[in-house]
């Protein structure tokens, strides 16, 4: 199906473990985007890429690693856990910068 | 830093209420966003402004541009519950290299 898709959907893992994050999408979008949702502060960024090859730091990336080595895939890696990174985790993509993004269906990650 | 303001940040009201929400900025946006985002999903476009002083209807939605294009606001007419759900602005920078920014939301609950 053509669209933006997420996996897993639910994760949880302990404090210090490694966790990757899954996303892909089918538009060909240049641009994908990761968001932590979190109350009180809504969406963060935390990583961004323009093109293959090329990330650029958000908001909050400590903690936090991204590659895109093919456009529409976009993973994104917890090298150690920890539990201030529970959070509901979206991946966006969008054709330029500032135009429309389009949301996957969110992971929710628990880091006991 | 470029920051949306939105406003309430929680509504509760009766089905087939009237309701407004706001989202404020002292930035000029060249466009502005207004995204829903269900329980359990991630955040779907509903509409873009573009032109200061534009409206745009949706249904029962009406949105509004600002004619200085630094704020926006979203009305319900007669809501129902289907509407209830988070509402998120984001406004596009006037500069095309600059990223969305997104406002933390409204989150409105419509009782049956």
């Known amino acids: 199906d053509a669209g933006i898709t997420q996996s897993p959907r639910y994760k949880i893992t302990e404090t210090g473990r490694q966790v990757t994050l899954m996303c892909h999408q089918t538009w060909s979008h240049s641009y994908m985007f990761w968001y932590r949702q979190d109350l009180g502060h809504g969406l963060r960024l935390i990583y961004y890429?323009?093109?293959?090859?090329?990330?650029d730091k958000g908001e909050v990336p400590d903690g936090y690693v991204v590659s895109r080595s093919k456009t529409e895939n976009f993973p994104l890696t917890l090298e150690s856990a920890t539990r201030s990174q529970t959070s509901v985790y979206f991946c966006?993509?969008?054709?330029?910068?500032?135009?429309?993004?389009?949301f996957g269906p969110g992971t929710r990650l628990l880091v006991l | 830093t470029q920051l949306l303001e939105q406003s309430p940040q929680f509504l509760s009201i009766q089905e087939g209420e009237n309701l407004t929400v706001y989202c404020n900025s002292s930035?000029?946006?060249?466009?502005l966003q207004w995204y829903r985002q269900e329980p359990g999903e991630g955040p779907v476009l509903l509409v873009t402004v573009v032109t200061g002083g534009e409206v745009k209807k949706l249904k029962r939605l009406t949105f509004q541009f600002g004619d200085a294009r630094k704020d926006s606001s979203l009305h319900i007419t007669a809501a129902q519950p289907g509407d209830t759900g988070l509402y998120l602005c984001a406004g596009a920078p006037l500069n095309r290299d600059d990223k969305i920014i997104f406002g933390k939301g409204t989150r409105l609950h419509i009782l049956p």
């Open positions: 890429s323009a093109a293959a090859d090329i990330t």
């Open positions: 930035s000029v946006f060249s466009s």
């Open positions: 966006a993509s969008s054709w330029t910068v500032g135009e429309t993004q389009y």
